[in-house]
Antibody, heavy 121, light 109 residues
């Protein structure tokens, strides 16, 4: 069974760093891109960026470029989303989602359960 | 990259049909047949219901159908059921990026 299991909720202060994770199982992790999607409280979905775990190639939405870093570790089948300096406006639920080939089609067939990040000022 | 435009709300009675639109531009919806639709129940992760404009993943009822004309994609839910009440999001490839719509809250009256 394909699963994406994300790390637990986080409570941080503005200016702190954070890395959250998304562990894939039930499939060949390097074979499928992983995207990260933000959902701010009461708001819609926003695509942040994606990674190809086979070679760690990434690309980001212009809205998130330079503010977050996406990485992956093939050996542990885990993707990561990290911030070096959080802002209060980063408070949101973050989802990871798997791409189904053709990867560019943006077909996200499996999603993680979401990680709630709360940042206080 | 601007979000795709969806109506904030839609509604219908059980058994009726409702159509939700998703308007983009010639650089996303209009250029690629890579439009997906997701539904999201409160407190849950999104679920894929339509991909590549018209295709349904296995397990998704055929009450859900998708189409596209020009820069606008549409999702039709036929034979509305109580469990269809959810938020619906469209998404499109936009050339090395993906963009979501703002979401439509579907209410089953």
């Amino acid at each position: 069974e394909v699963q994406l299991v994300q790390s637990g909720a986080e409570v941080k202060k503005a200016g702190e760093s954070l890395r959250i994770s998304c562990k894939g199982s039930g499939y060949s992790f390097p074979s499928n891109w992983i995207s990260w999607v933000r959902q701010m409280p009461g708001k819609g979905l926003e695509w942040m960026g994606r990674i190809d775990p086979s070679d760690s190639y990434t690309n980001y939405s212009p809205s998130f470029q330079g503010h977050v870093t996406i990485s992956a570790d093939k050996s542990t089948s885990t993707a990561f989303l990290q911030w070096s300096s959080l802002k209060a406006s980063d408070t949101a639920i973050y989802y990871c989602a798997r791409h189904v080939p053709p990867s560019v089609a943006g077909i996200h067939d499996y999603w993680g359960q979401g990680t709630l990040v709360t940042v206080s000022s | 990259q601007s979000a795709l435009t969806q109506p904030p709300s839609a509604s219908g009675s059980p058994g009726q049909s409702v159509t939700i639109s998703c308007t983009g531009t010639s650089t996303d919806v209009g250029r690629y047949n890579y439009v997906s639709w997701y539904l999201q129940h409160p407190g849950k992760a999104p679920k894929l219901i339509i991909y590549e404009v018209t295709n349904r993943p296995s397990g998704v009822p055929d009450r859900f159908s998708g189409s596209k004309s020009g820069n606008t994609a549409s999702l039709t839910v036929s034979g509305l059921q109580a469990e269809d009440e959810a938020d619906y999001y469209c998404s499109s490839y936009a050339g090395n990026n993906w963009v979501f719509g703002g979401g439509t809250k579907l209410t089953v009256l």
